[in-house]
C-alpha cells in the first residue's frame, strides 16, 4: 500500500492562488499514475487533473483548463497543484489519488490509493 497526504489547502479571496502538495510514502513513487480529485457538499467526487507516472502526458477538467497546473517530482515523491484564478465554485475537499501503473484515469473508482483531503475555500 502507499500512503499520500495532502497539504496546502485554505482560505482564499476569489482570483488568488493556492498550491497543494501530495507527499506519497509506502512504495516507489514513479510506479504510479496520480490525480487530484474535489467533491464538494453533496456532489460526487469528481477528476479534476491527472499525471501519467512519467509525466509526459496530463489531464485537466475543463473547468480548470488554463487555470490550474499538475506536475509531479518523481525525487521527492510529491505530485502538486498549482491553482490561480481561483472562483468560489472551486470550493470543495482537494484529494489525491494513486493508480499503479503508466497511465492515468479520470474516474475515481480506478484509484484505490487515496489521502485524506484538504479542504480549499474560495471567498466571493
Known amino acids: 500500500q502507499v500512503q499520500l497526504v495532502e497539504s496546502g489547502g485554505g482560505l482564499v479571496q476569489a482570483g488568488g492562488s493556492l498550491r497543494l502538495s501530495c507527499a506519497v510514502s509506502g512504495r516507489t513513487f514513479d510506479n504510479y499514475a496520480m490525480g487530484w480529485f474535489r467533491q464538494a457538499p453533496g456532489k460526487e467526487r469528481d477528476i479534476v487533473a491527472a499525471?501519467?507516472?512519467?509525466?509526459?502526458?496530463?489531464y485537466y477538467a475543463d473547468s480548470v483548463k488554463g487555470r490550474f497546473t499538475i506536475s509531479r517530482d518523481n525525487a521527492k515523491n510529491t505530485m502538486y497543484l498549482q491553482m490561480n484564478n481561483l472562483r468560489p465554485e472551486d470550493t470543495a475537499l482537494y484529494y489525491c489519488?494513486?493508480?499503479?501503473?503508466?497511465?492515468?484515469?479520470?474516474?475515481?473508482?480506478?484509484?484505490?490509493?487515496w489521502g485524506q483531503g484538504t479542504q480549499v475555500t474560495v471567498a466571493s
Open positions: 499525471i501519467r507516472r512519467s509525466s509526459r502526458s496530463t
Open positions: 489519488a494513486a493508480r499503479g501503473g503508466t497511465a492515468y484515469r479520470t474516474a475515481a473508482d480506478d484509484y484505490d490509493n
